[in-house]
């Protein structure tokens, strides 16, 4: 394999990880201001 496209291939890989992490990080966020602001 190109080198080039291991950097790709390691470069989205990354991003695909990021993301999930954001997507984690900002449901746990929104669990804890609904559990620390109830009924606003």
């Known amino acids: ?13 990354s991003l695909r990880a990021s993301r999930s992490d954001l997507r984690t990080f900002v449901d746990v966020l929104a669990d804890k201001l609904d559990r620390a602001l109830p009924g606003v």
């Open 1 to 13: 394999m190109p080198e080039e496209v291991r950097d790709f291939d390691l470069s989205a890989a």
